[in-house]
């Protein structure tokens, strides 16, 4: 997309260090630059998007930074496919089981070309809002703790690849007051000339709703700068 684009269109690698306010929609300074926009749809993590937003409005700031966040680590593990991993998407582990890892998806069999010909990959997930001290593990202890559970869950010990990324603020928490933040934000976000919402933080966190969230703002963006405003 940057290079259809071009390079006077995207910045990539290009921290954004604030917005604000200007006469014709908001103005953004990243990278050195002041970057005059129309519309800026602001599609960051709840606490990014406090700190971006809170100079704005106050109480988006608040409302933003008091999302709670689930930390998760994500483990990828392949090996060879003559392990039989089950057909489907993947499993989720309630915890009374004693497991662990929250889950697992089966990635090689949702996409293609995420393993090679003949072997397959799996993603665990570990840590979540009952389980914070799991990034504090080491990589090879939470690379020890994967590899356990998927022989409990699935029978599979044989293991060629694994790749660890963690994510510290990974999963906003939908409390049962979430809704009315949110409307209490998108109210003040409303009336900040040229500013557009996105995330997985406003309508839930399932891949649907992220995805969603991405036309909705789109739809937003268009109809501001279709307008002229």
């Known amino acids: 997309m940057a290079r259809r684009i071009g390079e006077t269109g995207v910045r990539t690698g290009t921290p954004v260090d604030a917005i604000e306010r200007a006469e014709n929609g ?7 630059e002041a970057i005059a926009a129309r519309c800026v749809v602001c599609a960051v993590p709840p606490p990014v998007a406090a700190k971006l937003l809170g100079p704005l409005n106050a109480g988006m700031g608040d409302i ?8 998760v680590a994500v483990v990828h593990l392949g090996g060879d496919a003559t392990q039989n991993v089950p057909p489907g998407f993947g499993a ?4 009374h089981y004693g ?18 010909e003949g072997h397959f990959v799996n993603t665990a997930f570990i840590g979540g809002t009952l389980d914070p001290e799991a990034m504090k593990l080491s990589d090879d202890e939470l690379l020890a703790v994967a590899r356990a559970d998927q022989a409990k869950i699935l029978g599979i010990r044989d293991f060629d690849f694994a790749d660890i990324l963690r994510y510290t603020h990974a999963i906003p928490q939908l409390v049962p007051d979430h809704p ?18 996105a995330g997985n933080y406003l309508t839930g966190v399932g891949i649907d709703h992220a995805v969603g969230s991405g036309y909705t703002a789109a739809d937003g963006a268009f109809n501001l700068t279709a307008a002229g405003n």
């Open 92 to 95: 989720l582990i309630p915890r």
């Open 64 to 71: 933003l930074a008091g999302i709670p966040m689930a930390p």
């Open 180 to 197: 009315e933040k949110i409307d209490d934000l998108r109210a003040r976000a409303a009336k900040i000339h040229g500013l557009v919402l």
């Open 26 to 32: 908001l103005t953004v300074r990243a990278g050195g």
């Open 99 to 116: 497991i662990r890892t929250l889950g697992t998806v089966f990635v090689s069999q949702l996409f293609p070309g995420r393993a090679p």
